[in-house]
């Protein structure tokens, strides 16, 4: 089979072809093709691959390219893991927003909307040829904001377009770690938005052993979401968010936090992945080790402001692994074995979700076959879940509508909007500082 990563060139993408090499099943991916923009980028990354690679009998063969057509013709699944503007516009996307006193975050509030506004057009633009050129193709998205960019692409492609993303996967493992269950024998009821959902229940054997955690403020407080909310917070709940939802509940302390933090997590990454793609230009340099280290650095500084104000500390040892492209492995092999499984993803809503129309994508556990990925009845969320999840649904369409009229005044409406946006003045604001560091901002008039 035939797997294209757009954004080859990208940091991460050696976790990807790190878990291809582990399958050795009839039927698993023969060949990669990496498409980026960068052709340096490209070339780091293809280096990196081939010492994964090295010793490896059969492994993947590794082809790059920066024509985008090529890289999709004849494709079996298609990666979509790509950055429009880089982290230069992410950096910009925090900067802009923090000046106005609101989150900049990459997928929350202002900072996700810009990201959003730049990407939709792109995306759109990659599924249209993805129909075009490989019309039997599945598209796994994990380009962010995950579940903007699934639904904008599912408008070209159907069902046919999966997003994936490792917070509900590291969530619900870290939960079951603390229970003493094994994760993978662990029925986890999740539900919401992409970086906007509840753990409501973990079931092993047929039982509920939420209860039992919430319960017990030692076990509560001992992983990083009982010290990131606080157990009083979450035994309020009820249920154990998703991460992402810290820069709801405690949102000013996050915005005071950025601000005061000597660089925002895109300027860190900026420059720290800056440094690792610099250092390939050089032939000599070992490539993994230092993609391993760059790495390890990265998942260490996840998040850390917000661990900071809560006082949560260091991140477990155990959560530095990541997990995406583990999921993006287990949904190939579903599609394309019928190896029948059970994941949570972003897929269209089919009445999951009675607050929400069919159309939309919303991140639920599903059934995953050959056929595809099939979202599982869920109970309704509560009220205040159900207001959240309604109010940035009603976002994420204002930017679809915004990168599809280019109507500046309906992006005007989407920052307003945001329940982390408080004053139409600051989303005007906002609107004219984006386009101003942004030239992929231009079709707004």
Not at 261 to 276: I, M, S, W, Y
Not at 316 to 334: F, N, Q, T
Not at 371 to 380: K, L, M, Y
Request: glycine letters at 10%; a negative charge.
């Amino acid at each position: 089979m035939k797997l294209t990563i757009l954004g080859g060139g990208g940091f991460r993408v050696p976790l990807v072809y790190g878990a291809l090499l582990s399958d050795r099943a009839e039927g698993r991916v023969t060949r990669v093709v990496l498409h980026d923009l960068d052709p340096g980028r490209l070339s780091a990354v293809t280096r990196v691959l081939a010492e994964q690679a090295a010793g490896v009998p059969d492994a993947p063969t590794v082809t790059a390219t920066t024509d985008l057509d090529e890289a999709l013709s004849g494709a079996d699944f298609v990666f979509s893991a790509i950055r429009v503007g880089g982290l230069e516009g992410r950096a910009n996307d925090e900067r802009v927003a923090l000046a106005e006193g609101v989150l900049g975050q990459e997928t929350v509030g202002a900072g996700g909307i810009a990201y959003g506004l730049r990407t939709v057009p792109t995306v759109v633009d990659i599924a249209r040829r993805v129909a075009r050129l490989a019309p039997d193709a599945w598209v796994i998205n994990f380009t962010n904001p995950a579940g903007l960019v699934t639904e904008a692409m599912s408008r070209h492609l159907g069902d046919r377009v999966i997003g994936i993303c490792d917070s509900p996967v590291g969530l619900g493992r870290r939960i079951a770690r603390v229970l003493g269950a094994d994760p993978k024998e662990a029925w986890i009821d999740y539900v919401g938005l992409n970086h906007l959902g509840w753990v409501r229940g973990l079931r092993v054997a047929g039982r509920d052993e939420l209860p039992r955690l919430l319960a017990d403020p030692d076990l509560l407080g001992s992983f990083e979401e009982g010290k990131l909310f606080g157990v009083d917070w979450l035994q309020s709940l009820g249920a154990v968010p998703n991460e992402y939802l810290h820069y709801y509940y405690y949102n000013r302390e996050a915005v005071r936090a950025y601000q005061e933090a000597e660089k925002t997590r895109g300027a860190f990454l900026r420059d720290q992945q800056g440094h690792f793609y610099e250092q390939m230009k050089d032939p000599g340099a070992p490539a993994l080790k230092a993609w391993d280290r760059t790495r390890a650095e990265r998942e260490a500084t996840y998040m850390a402001e917000n661990r900071e104000t809560a006082g949560a500390g260091e991140r477990d040892a155990d959560d530095l692994s990541g997990g995406y492209e583990k999921v993006a492995l287990a949904l190939m092999r579903a599609i394309a074995r019928d190896e029948r499984t059970t994941l949570i993803l972003n897929v269209r809503n089919r009445g999951t979700l009675s607050v929400l129309d069919a159309e939309a994508v919303i991140e639920v556990p599903c059934l995953v076959d050959a056929n595809g990925a099939h979202p599982v009845a869920v109970d309704p969320l509560p009220d205040h879940a159900t207001g959240l999840v309604c109010a940035v649904k009603a976002v994420e369409r204002e930017v679809l509508a915004a990168a599809e009229s280019g109507s500046r005044t309906t992006a005007v409406k989407a920052f307003a909007l945001h329940p982390l946006v408080d004053s139409v003045n600051v989303a005007r604001r906002l609107v004219e500082g984006y386009t101003e560091v942004h030239p992929g901002l231009d079709y707004l008039k």
